[in-house]
């Protein structure tokens, strides 16, 4: 019974394997909680970056304390006459952790196949979606971690059987955190937070999430960019809605015509002025050049100039200059 309530304390959804790689390794300490970590450097000092505080068995410090604890007091199972090593009793932890969490492990043709214990549940109303990892900036991407938003309802239990079942993922731990939307206060500026439950969640395999559209090159970016829009038509979607919000705002009142698609804001006007100015500037700066270059070559140049009239006809005035 103790031993049970010792496995209780800790989350895993599968049996891991005999051994576990180096980078799931390395995974697992640098998702371990904050207060762990914090107790664990005292106890044991600093763990560097990019390694494990594990045993070679694949034993955390907590667990190896345990298998220490209980080696002292003589509670651990004789094989032989003899008490089980370290990496017999994680072995076994594992198996009863498994066991106990609602999978066993079943003989079907020859192999070992985990099945999952329980009543099966057809088109669950819950949206479970996959994010990107919070990396640190300078370090790298941790590919043995995944991370959910998931429903508070959502236990650490579901989620386990729900990627097992329906993906086939395994699972080394999970850790959830709840994150509470803030309450507007009296003189504050009511803005959209939603309140939402975030799985971390260890795998045994490792998987790379896709590059964002900032860390692709240039050409992969643009081409990334058409392929969403020639599929989703994001940009088109953006200038309908707005054009049917001014339509139903500013287009009841009277006289009202939106000329340009983009000036609708102070900002946008500046951006269309200042875009004009610069290709204004930009003839400018090219027909002097070419002024220049004829000056160079003793080429005589013609102006001519257009006189603005109030009924009279037009007249031309032709200025040379060499």
Known sequence: MQCLTLTARRLYSTKPPTTLPEAARIAR??????????????RF????????????EGLTP???????????????KEIDGEQITDAQWIERLNERRSRVRGFKTVQRGGAEETEVVGRRVYLPNIIIRLVRNNTPKGEP??????????????????????????????TTYIRTDNYIAPVPGRHRIR?????????VVGLVDPFYYPHRLEDMPEKQKEEREKWIEDNFQ???????????????TKGQSKGWNMKEPMATKRSHILRLV???????????IDQVQQWREMRNRRETISLELASKTTGTPTTKNVVTTN
């Open 29 to 42: 300490t640098a998702s371990t909680p904050l207060a762990v970590r914090l107790r664990r450097r005292k």
């Open 45 to 56: 000092g600093p763990t560097a970056v990019g390694t494990s505080d594990s045993t070679p």
């Open 62 to 76: 907590t667990e190896f304390a345990r298998y220490r604890r209980l080696k002292a007091t003589q509670k651990l």
């Open 141 to 170: 991407y941790n590919p043995y971690e995944a991370t959910f938003r998931i429903p508070k309802s959502v236990t650490k239990t579901d989620l386990r059987s729900y990627l097992l079942a329906v993906y086939g993922v395994k």
């Open 191 to 199: 803005k959209a937070f939603k309140t939402y439950k975030r799985a």
């Open 234 to 248: 994001i940009m088109a979607t953006r200038a309908m809605k707005k054009y049917e919000l001014l339509r139903l």
């Open 274 to 284: 200042a875009e004009r100015r610069e290709k204004r500037e930009g003839l400018i």
